[in-house]
């Protein structure tokens, strides 16, 4: 492995040069100055993406979060003066009527099936979610759809320089990126006068910057795992504390079934803040008696998401004093877990059309092309890779078998942060796949066209040794060491990265061959052999083939009668692909 590093590194070391220099703000700044200005209509967003990208995250304000974790009022005094600057105070976002939903997993399925549900009774919604899988103004949304360009590059330049008037010697004046777009979120729906917004919590819930919302109108928890444990906590008790942070007193909250543990420390939390918190009953309970409910999202895990955004919506239709909701039988039987349980009630019809006609991209998403079959889920923790596991297995088992020719499976992997990416591949192993394949987050090695895609907060180098990482874990998981004598792939010329393909498995050996690409682009290429109709490129440059494995892969690949592809372990990841298999989504 050591070989293998050190040569990746010297052949990236000069393509590096520009993502190293851009870690810093000041150096993306820089960098920015010397973009020349907008010369074609529709330009102007990529300028404000790229400008919003120098506010990126980086390790040092990572290291300054964890600090002040102690302090949480800390945080959030500084985002209320930044809301402050912006020109509102505090009391303007009770206007927005707000849905506040935090959870380790599925609390952005939840969010989604909510929205549709209320868009449904014709109320004009604003939706707030993260991460964003093709274009940044997907996280802003009104009425389901991603603002426009020209909306989004509105808002942004307005509330970048309102922010630019308070800087001086002694502040900083812009907030770091997720913060800048929960601000701009805020003015957005403000403006734009939606009726209710969905506000979906980026980490944790305590001390995230969305928990400025002093008095939405519910708040929700979804299923509860490890993840982000370096902000959160070591223990899903730890977490679940972070959860209840967004409890807000008088402000009823809904959560699904828990584990004992997390679950009797969310309702501790609840009644320390006085709030009141239900259990949600499965969504079987508000079938019985009436038309099992359909659901627009795969995956037997999205029920409970589903139970979850019925009694948000429920909740927020009753506190609205909606009449459609005086239609609705109500009863709240007891239960054992020392919770009162949420209301158990027959859906309605435009609860029913909300959930079937809900869309969620990158979540339990199937595309058929010709015989290639993507299986697209942004799955990132060890419960929900678990899901994801079950329902790719269940959806392989529906579709119909080939005649004339094999079918070959692959997985596509990433996994970026504090993640435990051993521990999610070897719960991907039982899926018996022929070839797994590692690359970034990067559709391309070097873009610069597309500002949506940038990421300041790595450099190309590190990302790529993070997958050499992966497929040495599935190596060793497969009880096959990696060979570092295996790096493959044409010299690149001075500058360029190349493929740099990389193909580490034994000779003879009998476990799933394992590829890394430099980029999403390349693996699609060779996973896809031009099979895809949509997803067309030019010939794979040869470096793609020049390893044996690789090569003899492609001939499998060709004459495959169906191809299965899971793409998991990022949404970034699943988001990189769907921009070049949809084409539309960056339209």
Not at 289 to 318: I, V
Not at 541 to 548: G, Q, V, W, Y
């Amino acid at each position: 492995m050591s070989w293998a590093r050190s040569h990746l590194c010297s052949a990236l070391s000069l393509a590096a040069v520009s993502a190293r220099g851009a870690t810093t703000e000041g150096a993306a700044r820089r960098w920015l100055s010397a973009w020349p200005a907008p010369q074609e209509p529709g330009m102007e967003y990529q300028d404000a993406v790229r400008m919003l990208n120098t506010l990126q995250t980086n390790a040092s304000y990572l290291e300054q979060v964890k600090r002040q974790r102690s302090d949480p009022q800390a945080q959030l005094d500084a985002m209320e003066v930044y809301l402050a600057r912006s020109g509102l105070q505090v009391e303007d976002l009770n206007r927005l009527n707000i849905i506040h939903v935090t959870g380790t997993k599925g609390k952005g399925s939840t969010c989604a099936f909510t929205e549709r549900i209320l868009r449904n009774y014709g109320l004009k919604t604003g939706f707030f979610s993260s991460p964003h899988l093709v274009q940044v103004r997907e996280r802003i949304r009104i009425n389901g759809k991603p603002i426009s360009p020209e909306l989004f590059t509105k808002h942004f330049w307005r509330l970048y320089h309102q922010l630019e008037e308070f800087k001086d010697d002694n502040h900083v004046s812009m907030p770091a990126y997720f913060r800048f777009l929960t601000l701009m979120a805020f003015h957005v729906f403000l403006q734009e006068k939606v009726d209710l917004a969905v506000v979906e919590v980026g980490i944790g819930g305590a001390y995230d910057c969305t928990n400025i919302v002093r008095k939405p109108v519910v708040c929700g928890v979804s299923s509860l795992g490890m993840d982000h444990t370096s902000l959160l906590g070591d223990t899903v008790e730890k977490i679940a504390w972070q959860k209840g942070g967004i409890f807000k007193p008088g402000v009823p909250a809904f959560t699904v079934l828990q584990p004992e543990g997390p679950l009797a420390v969310l309702r501790d939390r609840a009644q320390q803040t006085s709030c009141p918190l239900y259990l949600c009953p499965p969504l079987e309970a508000l079938e019985e008696g009436g038309l099992p409910l359909t659901l627009g999202l795969e995956g037997e895990h999205q029920r409970s998401n589903a139970a979850l955004a019925l009694q948000l919506a429920h909740c927020w239709l009753e506190r609205q004093d909606h009449q459609d909701i005086r239609e609705l039988k109500v009863s709240r039987p007891s239960t054992r877990w020392q919770l009162p349980l949420a209301p158990v009630f027959c859906p309605t019809p435009h609860m029913r059309h909300g959930l079937r006609d809900t869309e969620w991209p990158g979540r339990t998403q199937v595309l058929q092309r010709g015989p290639l079959t993507w299986y697209l889920d942004g799955a990132h923790t060890t419960s929900s890779v678990q899901a994801c596991v079950r329902w790719y297995c269940q959806s392989l088992q529906r579709s119909k078998r080939p005649s004339g020719g094999p079918e070959v499976h692959v997985l596509l992997f990433n996994s970026t942060g504090d993640r435990d990416s051993a521990a999610l591949l070897k719960l991907l192993q039982p899926c018996q796949f022929d070839y797994a394949v590692f690359c970034p987050n990067l559709t391309e090695v070097s873009s610069t066209e597309n500002a949506d895609q940038q990421n300041f907060t790595v450099t190309l180098d590190q990302v790529l040794l993070r997958c050499l990482q992966h497929q040495q874990h599935w190596s060793c998981l497969s009880e096959k060491p990696a060979s570092p004598d295996l790096l493959s792939g044409s010299s690149p010329e001075p500058g360029r990265p190349g493929s740099l393909m990389l193909a580490l498995r034994p000779p003879h050996s009998t476990s799933a061959d394992s590829l890394v690409f430099s980029c999403i682009s390349h693996a699609l290429q060779w996973i896809s052999q031009g099979r895809d109709p949509v997803f067309q490129l030019p010939s794979p440059p040869k470096s793609l083939l020049s390893h044996p494995t690789a090569s003899s892969g492609a001939s499998v690949l060709r004459e495959a009668a169906a191809i299965h592809v899971l793409v998991t372990g990022s949404l970034h990841l699943v988001g990189g692909v769907l921009k070049l298999l949809e084409p539309s989504l960056s339209q």
